[in-house]
């Protein structure tokens, strides 16, 4: 598969199988991520994997919270915009797309409730990708490098038969991920991913979802 095959394979997977994700491939797959672009060579990012019984616990813990109705507090907001822009409009498209796939009525309260928990359990994924940068770096420096060793680390999971997702509602409770994940107060949570081999048969993972095309968003000058 070369470079641009992959760019356009890649999409977020939702269902995973229980098969587990070696260290080896793991390690490899973060070799390639740590090779993207950072200024100056900065390399501000830090990674924890996570699987087996932790990854079970953090789950537990994450879900815990989220029926409590408990606040949250990322460390980092991932995903904010106006009930009125283009962006609120894509998000509701694709949400209505997944909920057909699955079979998941607008009406059926218990069964959004129990789609939106899943997305807290890393897709119930065998792996997760946690990424956090330094506290004492900028607010937003390090968001452009940590999302370029992102991309390589989804682009280089597709080599090894991988798919991910890219989730912030694994990080909504950084509280949680420090104490299971003993990470320090000096670190900052960034997002999640997950990542694993892909349940071929899982409805949702059947969905590509759509680009605008680029005389929406791109400007041609002096050509």
């Known amino acids: 598969m070369d470079i641009l095959e992959a760019i356009h394979r890649r999409k977020s997977i939702r269902g995973f199988k229980t098969d587990p994700v070696s260290k080896d491939v793991l390690t490899r797959i973060l070799e390639a991520g740590v090779r993207a672009p950072s200024a100056m060579n900065t390399q501000p990012w830090e990674f ?68 939106m928990e899943r997305g807290f359990r890393f897709f119930d994924a065998p792996a997760a990708i946690v990424l956090l940068t330094d506290k004492s770096l900028s607010d937003t420096g390090p968001l452009l490098d940590l999302g370029a060793a992102m991309q390589n680390i989804c682009l280089a999971a597709l ?25 320090p107060d000096s670190k900052k949570i960034i997002i999640a991913i997950a990542i694993g081999y892909p349940d071929e048969g899982f409805p949702a993972n059947a969905l590509t979802s759509g680009r605008e095309p680029l005389d929406r968003n791109t400007r041609w000058m002096g050509f």
């Open 48 to 115: 924890v994997v996570v699987t087996g019984d932790v990854l079970n616990g953090l789950r537990e813990a994450i879900v815990e919270k989220l029926n409590r109705n408990e606040p949250m507090h990322p460390d980092h907001e991932v995903v904010s915009w106006s009930n009125e822009s283009i962006y609120r409009t894509r998000q509701i498209e694709l949400a209505k797309k997944i909920f057909t796939l699955m079979g998941i009525p607008r009406e059926d309260k218990k069964k959004r409730a129990a789609w």
């Open 159 to 183: 080599h090894f038969g991988l798919g991910t997702c890219v989730e912030d509602q694994g990080v909504l409770y950084p509280k949680v991920l420090r104490e299971v994940l003993q990470i």
